[in-house]
């Protein structure tokens, strides 16, 4: 068995191609030998390298895994039961031995799920498999968290060796017989863990303590009605907690757990603890009744008022990014009618607004969470023109601000970015044109104060990039910037006229459009007599982005019959005229 180690050690050490290729060769013979068991647990007991260890558990995998030629019943429960006894007598293992070994147990106990010996479920134990672990020192309670959090994210995952329609039975039955408990074992472990004064300067309790809000997290994200959700409509994403769980959500404890955590625990675990918060933010509605529902919202919204007046955590952008998700959830998961009911809304609605207006203004700062925080904005201005609460919704005053906060960030932006030579955001099309879509609807509510900036920011624009055209002292330099505005000023007024579709719209308001549709066209005018001697592709990229909208809007063969077009033309034969 050494001089296969000898060769198969190679695999995690080599960085020469054909060396691992000969190695992952040995691995396979050395795993299809008829005395691999018994080589991996000599290779378990006597190897003096983590390495041996590390092998012993992959082919050990290999050897559960297989689907021809599986392994008989009781030589899986005797291996499920040596790792058991070997992570127990172990407990200092080097990290990767401890999760490979871990990695084994969830798999035997996955694929053996439904197998029997006198009429017992031998695999499903899982809670008395990590009692002992959770009864011993702290390394050994990090273990036993472990098992329970890898097992849980094991089944929850398919994999493409196995029938998925085996994946979802095995899924399906874990989720009904143990996750429940699991999910209840890990929050009253959290609840101890809180009560108590840990030191996570301690490597270790600060450990078991990650592990602890990993394993909730894996709960709270499991596959409940095997949807797969992709991450991609995170957006839309709603938890289909079983109803036999609604005893955990009508208890407010364990909301109140999740954010008490986050305020007294370091910024490097309360990410986790905000995950947590968005999956429970993100249950489903159909788990409570009308007023179990609101009460539910009052504590969640509660929550979040603490953590936006106390945000010294905030600046962490891992803490930030799942604060905005946490935000975002707010609005897809609940009705703007019955946000404004919420005793402490007003309150909140200004905290957000502020907290949202300094995150624009900060527009180098985690730009993809930005996404977050806009779909937010954009889903309650939508929301407006349906709302039947009396509760005042405030959004007149608030997205006003945050329309302003925008458009004034990325104007500011452009100077910053040539003069320190920074990635510029227009080079990212598929960002770009994301943002646009959200703020196309919210520059639409009130749209009278944003027709009224954007012409006061454009013929500033305007006129100062026409100054420098005409001037003999300007320089390139001066000449990028303005068109640097220009381009997203373009941007902006096509986006808001493309969002006219999310409102029903007046003459007046087809009339605002007509003035910055003017404008737009003045501006091309002056472009278009300089390409001769000088054009300038982003701006020319955003005219394009602009004409497409107004032709959806307004020429094109789809456009609603209510889109006048009078407020708008004789502004354009006007223009033409000139």
Known sequence: ????????????????????????????????????????????????????????ATCLSKLVSRTSNPLPLEQRIDIRNYVLNYLATRPKLA???????????????????????????????????????????????????TILSQLTNEINQADTTHPLTKHRKIASSFRDSS????????????????????????????GLLMQLL???????????????????????????????????????????????????????LSPLVLSCLVQIASVRRSLFNNAER??????????????????????????????????????????LGELVKVENYPEVIRLIANFTVTSLQHWEFAPNSVHYLLSLWQRLAASV?????????????????????????RLESVHVILRDGLEDPLDDAGLVQQQLDQLSTIGRCEYEKTCALLVQLFDQAAQTYQELLQ????????????????????????????????????????????????RVLQLMNLTDSRLAQAGNERLELAMLSFFEQFRKIYIGDQVQKSSKLCGVFPLLFNLFLC
């Open 471 to 518: 001037s003999t002292n300007s320089t390139p330099a001066d000449i990028t910037v303005q068109e640097g505005r220009l381009t997203w000023l373009v941007y902006i007024i096509g986006a808001v006229i493309g969002g006219r579709v999310s409102f029903a719209s007046t003459d007046e308001q087809d009339a605002m459009d007509g003035e910055l549709v003017c």
């Open 1 to 56: 068995v050494f001089p296969h180690f000898c060769l198969l050690s190679r695999l995690y050490e080599t960085t020469d191609t054909a060396v691992r290729h000969q190695a992952e060769k040995a691995l396979v013979e050395f795993t299809n030998s008829p005395d691999c068991l018994s080589k991996c647990q000599l290779l378990l007991e006597r190897g003096s390298s983590s390495y041996s260890q590390l092998l012993a």
């Open 385 to 409: 023109p349906y709302v039947k609460a009396t509760e005042p919704h405030l959004l007149e005053t608030y997205t006003p601000e945050v329309t302003k906060a925008y458009i004034t960030s």
């Open 294 to 335: 609101a009460k539910f919202l009052s504590h969640l919204v509660d929550g979040v008022k603490r953590i936006l007046a106390n945000p010294q955590c905030l600046p962490d952008p891992n803490n930030y990014h799942e604060f905005c998700r946490l935000l975002a959830r707010l609005k897809s998961n609940y009705q």
């Open 95 to 145: 990290a990767f031995v401890t999760q490979a070994l871990i990695q084994l147990y969830a798999r035997i106990t996955k694929l053996g799920w439904f197998d029997c010996q006198k009429d017992d479920y031998v695999f499903r134990n899982v809670i008395a498999d990590v009692t002992r672990f959770l009864q011993d020192s702290v390394e050994h309670c990090i273990i036993g968290v």
């Open 214 to 268: 990993k394993l909730s997290y894996n709960c709270l994200n499991y596959d409940f009605i095997g949807t797969s959700t992709d991450e991609s409509s995170d957006d839309l994403c709603t938890v289909q907690i079983p109803t036999s769980w609604r005893s955990a959500f009508l208890d407010s404890s364990t909301l109140q757990l999740f954010f008490n955590l986050y305020h007294s625990i370091p910024p490097s």
């Open 179 to 206: 996750l429940f408990d699991i999910f209840t074992l890990s929050c009253n472990l959290l609840k101890q863990a809180s009560g108590k004064n840990l030191n996570l300067n301690d490597e270790s309790q600060h």
